[in-house]
């Protein structure tokens, strides 16, 4: 499943009412988390989670009045056409994307700290092989 397959899924299921209910619900609950910071980061890793959440916290952001940033770890490790639909979804999205590259897991454990240390960011993370 590529970019262009989840945005086509998105076109048929945005249309039913337990779907609009449940996304006005997450972004409601986002846009809470996201109101008390200036900017907000979101860690995504290309799947179908993280695309979601990228989705769900930039409408929250956008009602907040707040900035967004997306951040990913890309590595040699990372599954083919993981960088491209990253970038696609900053692209659609209009935000700023933040790779990084070539650190250590360890390096990835420390990540959260780092990031929430810089100008109060609010750092919502998504899917199931999130932050330690």
């Not at 988390?33 to 930039?58: L, N, P, T």
């Not at 696609?88 to 590259?101: F, K, N, P, Y």
């Not at 609010?122 to 199931?128: E, P, W």
């Amino acid at each position: 499943m590529n970019f262009d397959d989840f945005l086509r899924q998105g076109e048929i299921r945005r249309k039913m009412q337990s779907y609009i209910d449940k996304r006005e619900k997450a972004v409601a609950v986002a846009a809470d988390a996201i109101a008390s910071h200036q900017k907000a980061y979101v860690s995504v890793s290309g799947g179908k989670d993280s695309v979601v959440c990228a989705c769900i916290a930039d409408e929250a952001a956008r009602r907040a009045g707040r900035e967004l940033v997306l951040w990913a770890h890309v590595s040699d490790a990372s599954f083919p056409g993981t960088e491209e639909t990253i970038v696609a979804l900053a692209d659609q999205l209009g935000r700023e994307l933040e790779i990084s590259r070539g650190i250590s897991c360890d390096g990835i454990r420390r990540a959260p700290a780092i990031l929430e240390a810089r100008q109060s960011r609010a750092v919502l993370c998504s899917g199931g092989g999130g932050w330690p």
